[in-house]
Nanobody, 126 residues
Framework: QVQLVESGGGLVQAGGSLRLSCAAS????????MGWFRQAPGKEREFVAA????????RYADSVKGRFTISRDNAKNTVYLQMNSLKPEDAAVYYC???????????????????WGQGTQVTVSS
């Protein structure tokens, strides 16, 4: 079992930045693809970004490309999401997720991921 705990959310003005962290425990995530998803009120959970187990490849939703950066530190068992130039439409609960299928391509759907954190709230004021 992998336990994931997100942190770093909060209230920020439009144009500002936040850095989310996802700390894993229970098992090393060095052989897991890791992803970030978000869910706004009344909407489905959507893919934001993902990184391969090695960190060699990343993938982003078109809506965040060029503004968000996903990274990982396997030594710290932690994944990060740097969010710059935040917009009001980025406001949501952000979830970290782990995919044990490290031999497969990065997944962009919720069903591709085996473990989920509880989420951290990001609020962007206009």
């Amino acid at each position: 079992q992998v336990q994931l705990v997100e942190s770093g959310g909060g209230l920020v003005q439009a144009g500002g930045s936040l850095r989310l962290s996802c700390a894993a425990s229970g098992r090393t995530i060095s052989r897991y693809h890791m992803g970030w998803f978000r869910q706004a009120p009344g909407k489905e959970r959507e893919f934001v970004a993902a990184v391969t187990w090695s960190g060699s490849s990343t993938r982003y939703a078109d809506s965040v490309k060029g503004r968000f950066t996903i990274s990982r530190d396997n030594a710290k068992n932690t994944v990060y999401l740097q969010m710059n130039s935040l917009k009001p439409e980025d406001a949501a609960v952000y979830y970290c997720a782990a995919d044990s299928k490290y031999f497969a391509m990065i997944g962009t759907t919720t069903r591709a991921y085996d473990y989920w954190g509880q989420g951290t709230q990001v609020t962007v004021s206009s």
